[in-house]
């Protein structure tokens, strides 16, 4: 077979729109053309692509390769899409089985030994996932962050060799168990750590109770984001649905982040407008995504 298609996600804000990794391999001189509206880190994937292979024990076709990536107006940026090139490659030449990928999503930078590293955004991919009923396999880094949603098969895998092994059906992959989900109501900022100050705290409680807006007004060391930060100590505990959407912003900003806590966003008091909705090449993309992330934050931290 000449021709492969592996299925992987993108990401644009909080959504994960389905990308095809098209491969086509015919004859010609020894080449390898990415299209598709990809960027710099996707279009340097072929170099690492080509050492993944080679390194894991497979042959690199010494053929015209074309790689098309689906939908062609949807920028593609990041390294994630390494695994899925690599599978469509090794596909398209007959090195794996046709169609074996079927009912599989794929995300994953490659080493150029053939090693899976840590992609962004996990979570949110896997939340795509699981709505279109796909399963997923990752790097095994990520494999914590993605197995928090209920009643979805994610895989995790260490190599590219083990990824193919799996569907060359030489080994098996296990989906990882089910694992349920601790929400932490432990915050490190807590509201019982402020001693005195009776009427803003008094402020605290009657936001928190009837889900008002506050304005902190006064000199530098009053102790505004003092009291701010523990807010969302006294505010009532996050459903299911809000952690997965709060550990979804943070899988894809790449942050660090407690299951089960209320966000608390410090932006420094000299920070312009731009600085706080971000900008880039795609201004008004991101702008429009940016700020969909900060009122979805915002509602989220006085809910």
Do not use: W
Request: net charge neutral; glycine share 8%.
């Amino acid at each position: 077979m000449s021709f492969a298609k592996v299925y992987t996600r993108g990401l644009l804000g909080l959504h994960a729109p389905q990308i095809e990794v098209e491969v086509h391999i015919s004859s010609g001189l020894p080449s390898l053309t990415i299209v598709g509206l990809a960027e710099a880190a996707v279009r340097e994937s072929k170099d690492r692509v080509r050492s993944a292979i080679i390194n894991s024990g497979f042959q690199f076709p010494t053929k015209r390769l074309t790689i098309n990536l689906a939908p062609a107006d949807l920028p593609k940026d990041g390294s994630r899409l390494d695994l899925p090139i690599a599978l469509g490659i090794l596909i398209a030449s007959g090195q794996l089985p046709e169609n074996c990928t079927e009912g599989f999503e794929f995300i994953g930078e490659l080493a150029l030994d053939g090693h899976l590293r840590s992609v962004s955004g996990a979570l949110t991919i896997a939340m795509a996932c699981q709505q279109a009923k796909h399963r997923l396999l990752l790097p095994n880094v990520n494999l914590e962050e993605a197995n928090q949603l209920p009643n979805f098969e994610v895989y995790g895998a260490m190599h590219l060799q083990d990824v193919c092994a799996h569907f060359s059906g030489n080994s098996h992959l296990e989906a990882a168990p089910q694992r349920s989900i601790y929400a932490s109501s432990k915050y490190q900022f807590d509201l019982a750590d402020v001693k005195g100050q009776l009427r803003p705290r008094r402020a605290l409680e009657i936001a928190a109770a009837g889900g008002h807006s506050l304005l902190f007004k006064g000199p530098p060391g009053t102790g505004k984001t003092l009291l701010a930060s523990r807010l969302p100590s006294i505010l009532p505990p996050l459903n299911a649905q809000e952690n997965l959407e709060v550990a979804s912003i943070y899988s894809v900003a790449n942050a660090q982040h407690t299951f089960g806590q209320r966000p608390f966003r410090s932006p420094h008091h000299t920070a312009s407008a731009i600085a706080l909705v971000g900008g880039g090449c795609h201004l008004q993309t991101t702008m429009r995504h940016s700020k969909q992330l900060c009122d979805k934050l915002q509602v989220l931290s006085l809910q």
